[in-house]
């Protein structure tokens, strides 16, 4: 598994982006994928996942309404949708890909592999 994180950019306040994480392995439609952020200064919080046959999906209450997780498996690849995005929504996104499909998709430890991330800047 090689996961390519893109799509970041600097919007404003209010605006929509799209992030993509492509998987140039055979193996991404076994994997339950996830997108965690990172802004300065502070931990790595999970934003959103999705299992592997895009049937069941998880939400951080504070995007929740917001974004939406989906999955291309014939394109390997898996999207954040962003729309109404806030500044407190700066941060460093980066996608991961795990085995299995528990609680534990809302945890860090819970992935294997992980994108070198890709930035988000929401101006005010």
């Known amino acids: 598994v090689q996961l390519q994180a893109s799509g970041g950019g600097l919007v404003q306040a209010g605006g929509s982006l799209r992030l993509s994480c492509a998987d140039t392995?055979?193996?991404?439609?076994?994997?339950?994928m996830g997108w965690f952020r990172q802004a300065p200064g502070k931990e790595r919080e999970f934003v959103a996942a999705i299992n592997w046959s895009g049937s069941s999906t998880y939400y951080a209450d504070s995007v929740k309404g917001r974004f939406t997780i989906f999955r291309d498996d014939a394109k390997n690849t898996v999207y954040l949708q962003m729309n109404s995005l806030k500044p407190e929504d700066t941060a460093v996104y980066y996608c991961?890909?795990?085995?299995?499909?528990?609680?534990?998709?809302?945890?860090?430890?819970?992935?294997?592999?992980w994108g070198q991330g890709t930035l988000v800047t929401v101006s005010s």
């Open positions: 991961a890909a795990g085995t299995g499909w528990t609680s534990s998709k809302k945890e860090f430890q819970g992935y294997d592999y």
């Open positions: 392995g055979r193996t991404f439609r076994t994997y339950a």
